[in-house]
Nanobody
């Protein structure tokens, strides 16, 4: 089991930027796809971004494409989500997740919460208008 700890959340004005980090407890390279999801009260968990084990492939929700960037450093066991041009609609609790994808998993698999077995505790992002 991979233990994940998120950090970097906080309060930012609309149009501003934040960088979220996720520290993993063991080597994340070669096995784990990493992703960020977010959730607001009374709504479903929403996929935000994912990155494959090597960092070569990335996936984004349409709502954040062009504004958010996911990256990873396997040597440091960290995953980062850089969020630019933040909007009030981006306010949520952001969760880091780790999962094992098979070679047969298509791109849509990376957006499914059921593909991720390990989750962090979440970090709050608040965007003021």
């Amino acid at each position: 089991q991979v233990q994940l700890v998120e950090s970097g959340g906080g309060l930012v004005q609309a149009g501003g930027s934040l960088t979220l980090s996720c520290a993993a407890s063991e080597r994340t390279s070669s096995r784990h796809t990493m992703a960020w999801f977010r959730q607001v009260p009374a709504k479903e968990l929403e996929f935000v971004a994912a990155i494959n084990w090597s960092g070569v492939s990335t996936y984004y929700a349409d709502s954040v494409k062009g504004r958010f960037t996911i990256s990873r450093d396997n040597a440091k066991n960290t995953v980062t989500l850089r969020m630019n041009s933040l909007k009030p609609d981006d306010a949520a609790v952001y969760y880091c997740a780790a999962g094992a994808m098979s070679p047969f998993d298509g791109s849509s698999s990376y957006t499914k919460r059921t593909k991720y077995a390990d989750w962090g505790q979440g970090t709050q992002v608040t965007v003021s208008s």
